[in-house]
């Protein structure tokens, strides 16, 4: 009895794989079309982290939970502004990083070389997952329970502490949820909200100008 469930489980999910694999071209030319031609958009969003162990808890455990919202104009220009549990601003362009909080009245900066990766994973996400196969084996895993597409992404050459990263996307291709799994196992998850396309987003706005009695903190 056991080997006949083990094998109706096998046989599902070889045919399942079959059509995502046929559905992924399909999938992230929707995603294309629905990100790839706007150039600003705000996007509200929560993050949690969960860790190794609040994940062996199951449901009851809940992570850092913080919320806000980010601003993308492409190519390659961010900012996240974390409205809770404390306010903090993250602006990032091709040259510099900067992270600043306010309630400790200091400003670290960054050269965005050190966050390479990072930062084009999130600029990618908000381009619709442009050029994503140029840097990651993508699978689509058919839809989850919510009705979503649930795509995998692992880096390829491997990244030296992100396993993998998953995207959840609605059948009208606007991303919903992004985890991004380290190597120790905790999860950082981005769960996005509706975007709202922006036509006048000037460029001064993804650069930072401390303020007055503000710290700065210029790491090497």
């Not at 091709?94 to 965005?112: G, L, N, Q, R």
């Not at 120790?184 to 975007?195: D, K, Q």
Request: aromatic share 10%.
């Amino acid at each position: 009895m056991f080997r006949g469930i083990i094998l109706c489980s096998l046989l599902f999910s070889i045919q399942g794989t079959a059509l995502a694999s046929e559905d992924l071209p399909r999938v992230l030319d929707g995603l294309k079309k629905a990100y790839g031609h706007l150039d600003a958009i705000s996007v509200p969003y929560t993050r949690e982290v969960v860790t190794r162990s609040m994940s062996m808890l199951g449901t009851q455990a809940k992570g850092d939970l913080a919320g806000g919202t980010i601003y993308f104009r492409a190519p390659d220009l961010l900012r996240l502004e974390q409205e809770k549990p404390n306010i903090e601003t993250i602006v990032a362009n091709s040259a510099t990083m900067w992270w600043y909080i306010p309630d400790k009245k200091t400003a670290y900066e960054y050269k965005t070389e050190e966050f390479g990766k990072e930062l084009r994973l999130m600029t990618n996400i908000f381009r619709g997952l442009a050029q994503v196969e140029d840097n990651f084996k993508v699978t689509l895993h058919g839809k989850n329970s919510l009705g979503e597409y649930e795509m995998e992404l692992i880096p390829s050459p491997p990244w030296e502490e992100i396993q993998k990263i998953e995207v959840m996307a609605t059948d009208d291709y606007s991303i919903r949820t992004v985890k991004i799994h380290n190597l120790l196992g905790s999860v950082t998850i981005f769960t996005l909200g509706e975007f709202t396309e922006i036509h006048t987003l000037d460029k001064r706005f993804f650069t930072f100008e401390a303020p007055k009695g503000v710290k700065v903190i210029r790491e090497k």
